[in-house]
């Protein structure tokens, strides 16, 4: 006998009932794992707390996700954002609560400054005690809201799935950032039936992806109209997997290209029409261009401090502007300009270079030359010398020698924050995205170390260097302990000159010369240290050491290397822009003391 459809709906209904109580409930911490699996999660990086004590447990349980244990939150943070800087995929790190989250705030807004997609896993005391200044309590929503993206408290163990995958969305969509999951531990013991959604939607965030194709007519019109042209770009290119467009654009139009120092890699460095990075020590012909183009598209850059100087200065000469960005509150925020194109980099690359190929019109011959006349005559000024030595250690040969060793491998490079930093980003001339890492915007020292650990788990056959600064090392050297224990053979670089240095700078210049407690006093003896975790330590003060030393490096290819170049003391970076002037204004050299 046919059953009615009456009868159908109730004989669904009952065996739906029955497969949903058939389906095994899970804790939170065993919900988490699946939905970190769900995401692909290859690598965490953590330190266990009693807060976080169940996801651990589900962690120890499952074979999929190798979780690496750090010697400080800190460097977990770290780790997982130089992961995510060098493969564009979202880093995960975990902490506990109170003190392993105020650890790891400084890596937090380290990733926020830069747009690095992230989620940050925190332990919270049971949701009963929340507020009740409980043992090891802190409010990680509170701390964590002006440094993150996005942050989450979960309280109620039918939300984590639903809220881990936003997490991820927001983390890796739009202006990329990290976004904190924050997981109390009686949340991570309850249990639920388990689904993970395929897709999100929230009704409050929806990232515009496509520029508007009016602006982009607009700015086409701008660009093949100019005569001083001038594409500056940053590190939204290298976020936004955008380099072969913005390298095509440049090929059909043979305009001159800088970069900031997030976006060294986006264009070749070797290529002609490159003028190297821009900025407070970028070169003279970058900062030039900048100051006398009369078009300027700017693309995944935000006009910092670090890159125009004074505004006002900036300003001065008249100029029309095109800034292409996925944040619209980037547009305008510093410097005004005509053109605003909102939308994802990328996507507008292609969009603006189908519509130049589809137009006839170009730029003026005779004005495009005798623009790179000029550009030339700048470049002349040859502002990146230096001088030689026989007798003491220049930093910047260190660096150049490494790219003529390296050049053409997959090599990648990180750096702590100083003067070490910018003769990297100066003398290193990076020819791929994603090579160059380094803390730009907030300027964190103690970060190259653990990206480097983080680059090294993701590409175990390429070759990783952290070049530092005996000051900036020295605040995450423990984490020697975890290159040996997870066999992540990176090699570091010190370019020890006994000084803070970029401090050191400043004091010579603003300060009369007083250098305020930045001689690094009492150090360490490096070799002894890296070779007390385990590792290999070597020491070199001598110009003809450095080829030898470096080579010794690339040949202990599964060994981590602590280097320690004894460098000029004296050493200072140029150009340089000093507070409050105009990017033109630049320092060159002592002699302009």
Known sequence: MDMSAAEHKRAASAQASRDSSSTPELNGSDILVRCLQAENVKYIWGYPGGAVL??????????????????????????????A???????????????????????????????????????????????????QECDTVGITR????????VKDVRDLALTLKKAFHIARTGRPGPVVVD??????????????????????????????????????????????PYIYTGGGVILGNAAPELRELADLLGYPVTNTLMGLGAFPSTDPRFLGMLGMHGTYEANMTMQ???????IGARFDDRVIGNPKHFASVERKIIHIDIDPSSISKRVKVDIPIVG????????????????????????????WAQINEWRKTECLNYKKSDEVIKPQSVVEKLWELTRGTETYVTSDVGQHQMWAAQFYRFDEPR??????????????LPYAMGIKLAKPDADVFCITGEGSIQMNIQELSTCQQYNTPVKIIALNNRYL??????????????????????????????????????????????EPALKELLRLKDRTVFLDVRTDPTENVWPMVKAGKGISEMLLGSEEL
């Open 54 to 83: 169940y996801i651990y447990d589900a962690l120890y349980k499952q074979e999929t996700i190798q979780h690496v244990l750090v010697r400080h939150e800190q460097a977990a943070v770290h780790a997982a954002d130089g992961y």
């Open 85 to 135: 800087r060098a493969t564009g995929d979202v880093g995960v790190a975990l902490v506990t609560s109170g003190p392993g989250v105020t650890n790891a705030i400084t890596g937090i807004a380290t990733a926020y400054m830069d747009s690095i997609p992230m989620v940050i896993i925190t332990g919270q005391v049971p949701t009963p005690a929340i507020g009740l200044d409980a043992f």
């Open 146 to 153: 002006p440094i993150v993206k996005h942050n989450f408290l």
């Open 183 to 228: 997981i109390p531990k009686d949340v991570s013991l309850n249990k639920t039936s388990f689904s993970y959604p395929e897709t999100v939607e929230m009704r409050s965030y929806n990232p515009v992806r496509k520029g508007h194709g009016g602006q982009i007519r607009k700015a086409v019109q701008l660009l093949l109209g100019a005569k001083r």
């Open 292 to 298: 006398h183009c009369d078009v300027l598209i700017a």
């Open 344 to 371: 994802d980099v990328k996507d507008v690359l292609q969009e603006l270079i189908s519509q130049i190929r589809e137009t006839q019109q170009r730029a003026e011959p005779a004005a495009i030359n005798a623009w």
């Open 435 to 448: 090579r160059w890492i380094n803390s730009g915007g907030l300027g964190t020292m103690g970060v190259g």
């Open 501 to 546: 240095g970029m401090v050191r700078q400043w004091q010579q210049l603003d300060y009369s010369g007083r250098y305020s407690h930045s001689y690094m006093d009492a150090l360490p003896d490096f070799v002894k240290l890296a070779e007390a975790y385990g590792h290999i330590g070597l020491k070199i003060e001598k110009p003809s050491e450095v």
